[in-house]
């Protein structure tokens, strides 16, 4: 198949560090080349990939993150360039102006959005006009059944790449928590957590937005003590080291978040993770094997007190299994070939284009 | 000649307090219909027009103000419609988004959009790929000469209807500002002339925004005294009210604003204003006959002393010549035309769309 890969303009692909959705988009474009697909990858420069590679953007100023004038540009420089090109389907990942966008090419070539953000009231309005004309998948079970109002080209969850991960069954006595410092993730409540479990925490941050720094400053610096090690900005290595050796991950979610990529990157390393049954934690973790599904502190102390009973190799077993890049790339080829071959008055009924 | 107007979709057409353009598009959409041509309107539900109005959206939440999911939501409303329906042309006062999705419509229908904010970097690299397939409209000589980089379908200045602006020449002794709370509007500049001047001053101000408050909050509340009158939120009535019995306008413009509507509004209800040689001010304001441009604050208050050598006359006599909704609304019509008989592939070279 000619496939266009729209990226979001944020971050080159792969993200040098934080970047989500880049490091999907960066798996998936290097995966379906893999496979023999005809790859166009619609990036920001500095990106580096095995796709044939368009950057409309100059590298991107971390300062412009989320800036609409941005978004909006990147988007249509890539769709200028789709509408009128010879491509089977165009994978989209940009924001809110590039689902809009591929929406007006009414299905000429098909567009498949990724929805890689939670459901808000102003985006369930702007996807149920969306799909109409473009393909969603969703990247959790969860994340679909929180809105049954459009219909869904698939399920394709997120991916890693299991080589990425270092498999380490030989714990070291501490726990560890990565994530942005805000309520939804839990930070206080891992802190309270380790204590409790008479463990030390090692705390991987970002805290770059003002509302973040406010949230630590304010919330969390208060509770650090000697047992606590904080990082910020770390190296895929540092970090990789710090899952291996951990006895294991505190992940106390508090917001039903689409997906959750650092459960899959601990599992990876063989390290379980102690989360709470809200959003994809309950599809990531398998409740007793890779981890516990906790309701309360006292839940998540018990289930430290017990995380050896989840062996390493399940762990990496269930990213192998479900959450790899591998998976990944072969569930959106999946997708892909479905809209492909039922043509192009698909059974959604998508109007042709003019 | 069949024509969409589409509004932005942050208040009703027209706005029952704030809302420039789209006071503009209200003006426009009403005087093309009574020009003979079939216009379509699409804008917020609450909008009252001549025009067959589409509505996609609910009333609008002042609450979100520059959200960039309602932005693209209404602009992608409003382009399905379009696209597919029998238009000469499409206008285009819609944000970011409308202006992109335009540009993918590819001139077929033909989109004319006007630019009613500033040149900011990002705007200059946006508007450059829009200008591709899109028309582009200044709304003043000092807008487009801002940035030589685009092609330019023509300039249309702003306009009111000056039926709605009382004319006065008894003049009372006190002078009027009105404008956001901001520096670029020179607030405490006008504070100060008028209290050099030995005048008392009426300000209509706007500090609804977090940064207005703060702004007015800090810099301008400690400037005021007994001579200072402070109004927010007025009626059309009193905003005229106030407009019309006062000696002269004070508008000591801080940054190159694209426009300045409410120094055409001063002027047809016969006030001259006395402002700077920013932005659009110099096409505006005919020096020494509708008012005095400006370059300190010395010059302020000479200008404030001699200001009734400005006949109110001359003021009301330019807006009605040069700034009217009847002018404005010409001017497009002149544009419209030009690209319409133009053809399909006109003379800025246009792809056509597949």
């Not at 063989?270 to 709470?276: A, E, I, W």
């Not at 989840?310 to 072969?330: G, K, Q, Y």
């Amino acid at each position: 198949m000619r496939i266009a890969e729209i990226a979001p303009p944020w971050f080159p692909v792969p993200p040098p560090a934080y970047g989500g959705v880049e490091l999907i988009v960066a798996q998936l474009a290097d995966g379906l080349v893999s496979r023999g697909h005809d790859v166009t990858l619609f990036a920001s420069a500095g990106s580096d990939t095995a796709a044939d590679l368009v950057s409309p953007l100059e590298p991107p100023d971390p300062v412009l993150l989320g800036n609409e004038w941005l978004d909006v540009h990147h988007a249509l420089s890539a769709y200028l360039e789709i509408d009128g090109a010879d491509f089977d389907v165009v994978h989209d990942h940009s924001g809110i102006a590039g689902s809009a966008l591929g929406a007006l090419l009414r299905g000429d070539p098909p567009v498949v959005h990724t929805l890689h953000g939670p459901w808000s009231d102003l985006a369930r309005r702007h996807y149920a006009v969306v799909a109409r004309y473009v393909h969603l998948v969703a990247i959790s079970e969860t994340q679909r059944n929180a809105n049954l109002d459009v219909p869904y080209a698939g399920v394709v969850h997120n991916g890693i790449d299991p080589g990425q991960y270092r498999f380490c069954d030989a714990k070291d006595d501490f726990l560890v928590y990565i994530g942005r410092a805000t309520p939804d993730k839990g930070p206080t409540i891992a802190i309270d957590v380790a204590r409790r479990a008479g463990l030390p925490l090692a705390m991987v941050v970002k805290r770059k937005e003002p509302s973040e720094q406010a949230y630590w400053d304010e919330a969390v610096a208060p509770l650090l003590n000697d047992d606590i090690e904080v990082h910020e900005s770390v190296s895929h290595e540092r970090k990789v080291d710090l899952l291996a050796r951990a006895r294991a991950m505190v992940f106390p979610i508090q917001w039903p978040e689409p997906f959750g990529l650092v459960m899959t990157e601990a599992m990876a390393c063989g390290t379980p993770v102690v989360t709470c049954p809200e959003g994809a934690a309950v599809e990531l973790v398998e409740d007793g094997v890779t981890g516990y599904l906790c309701n309360s502190v006292d839940d998540l102390v018990h289930a430290v007190a017990h995380v050896d009973r989840c062996p390493p190799e399940s762990c990496r077993a269930r990213v192998e299994h479900c959450f790899s890049s591998d998976v990944m790339v072969r569930g959106y080829e999946a997708v892909f070939e479905r809209i492909v071959t039922s043509g192009r008055r698909d059974s959604s009924g998508f109007p042709l284009r003019r």
